[in-house]
């Protein structure tokens, strides 16, 4: 469902008169449909090769839930299930949601995704903050679709906020993964990580969000993000936006309308956005430049996240965007593309396509949330 913003419309109107760009906008191509099954057979084609792929394999077997293309996956594929008139998860999601919830029921036996030993110090405490947000995302995005919370994802829910950190500088937020590399695993991804868990507490339905055992919980979750924005990238900020769609209250009408505003100034003249433009000053480690040109994984998110904080449906922007996505959708894989922030990878690859793999489910859950009420 749609949040409206207090003070959205009136921003959005200034935006359109032109506080922020010239009076006509810039020229997109002519918008097309894009194809829904298309899309859905390249998540679905990507999930199953993740979830069977040795690499992801771990203990008691299960697989490791991937911010790239598994977490995506999940959040998204179920949005498809309205204009492919499906009634069912499809077998990758009832492989992907089995696999999380066995993990959840058994979360003091099974061995966390990566180690001290093996991976580096602080592997392990990262690793289990990490899946523990993870977890209760997709679970909690499940039991949405369906209008109720489920036992497994009130254990996941709990798990979360068992990992919680309660000192620190970074008191409120999860020990994050951190392997170097954008826009996940880096030394500010702990910030992504928070703004994902307040997604899934405002996702998780019957008002879980205010049930009074999480209430201090909230209130560190809420001052670390209010805390830490200012010093994060235009990336990490279009996500605190979206979160604060899912969680009423957890950041004012200004601060939405600021972040939007930044987030506005940086669409490109073909209605699109670039991950580079969003990731501050990140260079790749093989010394490659970055790649400026629209993508899937920014367009999409971006989008998303101004639809779900209540821009209107008619503020130019916005329909620049969705023009975007419905036009740069490829008509031979489905996907839609996007690039490492990391270094050049080979698209034609199985790895070179995990930014295509979270850059198609944004454009698919930007594109159907225009059909909700």
Same mark, same amino acid.
């Given at each position: ?56 394999? +771990? ?17 998204? +594929? ?7 008139? $499906? ?10 949601? /089995? ?9 003091? $036996? ?87 868990? /307040? ?23 809420? $001052? ?30 200004? +601060?939405?309308? +600021? ?31 970055? $790649? ?82």
């Amino acid at each position: 469902m749609r949040t409206t913003i207090l003070g959205i419309g009136v921003f959005a109107t200034c935006v359109v008169a032109g506080l922020l760009i010239v009076s006509e906008p810039p020229r997109t191509k002519a918008a097309r449909s894009w194809d829904p099954k298309a899309a859905a057979a390249y998540l679905d084609q990507r999930a199953n090769w993740w979830m069977t792929w040795p690499v992801a394999a +771990r203990d008691h077997d299960t697989f490791c839930v991937s911010c790239h293309t598994a977490v995506p996956y999940a959040i998204s +594929r179920s949005a498809l299930r309205g204009p492919l008139d $499906e009634t069912a998860l499809s077998p990758g999601e009832q492989k992907l949601v /089995a696999n999380v919830t066995k993990r959840v029921r058994l979360w003091k $036996e099974v061995a966390p995704f990566y180690n001290d030993k093996n991976d580096g110090p602080g592997k392990a405490v990262e690793s289990r903050g990490t899946e523990a947000v993870l977890n209760a995302l997709i679970l909690a995005t499940y039991d949405a679709r369906r209008g109720e919370i489920s036992a497994d994802t009130r254990a996941a829910l709990d798990n979360m906020w068992a990992t919680q950190l309660t000192s620190g500088d970074k008191k409120g937020a999860w020990p994050w993964l951190q392997f170097n590399n954008e826009p996940w695993e880096a030394n500010d991804s702990a910030y992504y990580g928070a703004a994902l868990a /307040a997604v899934a507490v405002g996702t998780a339905p019957g008002n879980y969000r205010a049930m009074p055992g999480i209430q201090s919980n909230l209130k560190l979750l809420g $001052e670390y993000l209010v805390d830490a924005s200012a010093a994060q990238t235009p990336l990490n900020r279009v996500v605190l936006l979206w979160a604060s769609a899912k969680l009423p209250g957890l950041l004012t009408s200004e +601060r939405q309308e +600021r972040i939007i505003k930044e987030a506005l100034a940086k669409q490109q003249a073909d209605g699109g956005w670039s991950l580079a433009s969003l990731a501050g000053d990140w260079k790749r480690a093989d010394g490659t430049p970055q $790649e400026t040109k629209s993508d899937g994984y920014a367009t999409g998110l971006v989008t998303l996240a101004l639809e779900e904080a209540g821009l209107p449906r008619e503020n130019v922007h916005l329909k620049q965007g969705l023009a975007w996505l419905a036009t740069n959708q490829s008509p031979t894989d489905g996907l839609w593309s996007a690039s490492s922030l990391n270094k050049q990878r080979d698209p034609s690859t199985y790895t070179g396509r995990f930014m295509s793999d979270a850059a198609t489910a944004y454009a698919v859950l930007a594109l159907t949330e225009t059909t909700k009420p």
